[in-house]
């Protein structure tokens, strides 16, 4: 009898963890979208659907290699879809992952392998397309991404005066 319930248990256990990756994503609510550069994919974001306290959810990291971490705090835990922004063919998702722990931002793909674009968003796979990926659309993206290095090039520009001169007071204040 004993073991017949530990058994049940057991499998009331592993099919509600099942059914919970299942519900998480299917009854997940909206939170917003984004539209890349080069206006031809649209991301939406979604919170999961969540039954148990994050603690008992597995905290995945962008890195295949490293292990997912138990017992963790989730900060802001989201899945995100893409589609592509003129028919809104579905291109793939995320799993469920909490951005402030992952790698920051979005890649939209490499700008110069025209034929196949693979875009990643904190790091996690998002989909892999030959949608999106001609020369003209990755000239664009190729366009912002210019833009968006001149960008951080001006802002380091702006910053390394003030860097120099904290590293200058730092020096002097130690001899």
Not at 102 to 126: C, K, M, Q, T
């Amino acid at each position: 009898m004993r073991t017949t319930l530990v058994a049940f248990f057991t499998l009331v256990a592993v099919l509600l963890y099942v059914a919970s990756n299942w519900w998480e994503k299917a009854w997940g609510t909206y939170d917003f979208s984004e539209t890349s550069p080069d206006g031809c994919i649209r991301v939406d974001t979604f919170d999961p659907f969540w039954i148990l306290p994050s603690p008992f959810h597995g905290l995945p990291h962008p890195d295949p290699q490293a292990s997912t971490r138990w017992g963790a705090l989730w900060e802001a835990p989201v899945f995100r879809r893409a589609y592509e922004a003129s028919t809104g063919t579905f291109l793939g998702e995320t799993i469920v992952y909490d951005p402030p722990s992952a790698f920051d931002g979005y890649n939209w793909g490499d700008e110069r392998s025209i034929g196949h674009r693979v875009i990643r968003v904190n790091g996690f796979p998002l989909a892999k397309t030959d949608r999106c990926a001609d020369e003209a659309t990755l000239k664009r993206l190729s366009e912002y991404y210019k833009s968006k290095r001149e960008e951080q090039r001006l802002w380091w520009e702006k910053l390394k005066p003030e860097l120099d001169r904290r590293e200058r007071e730092a020096a002097q204040k130690s001899t």
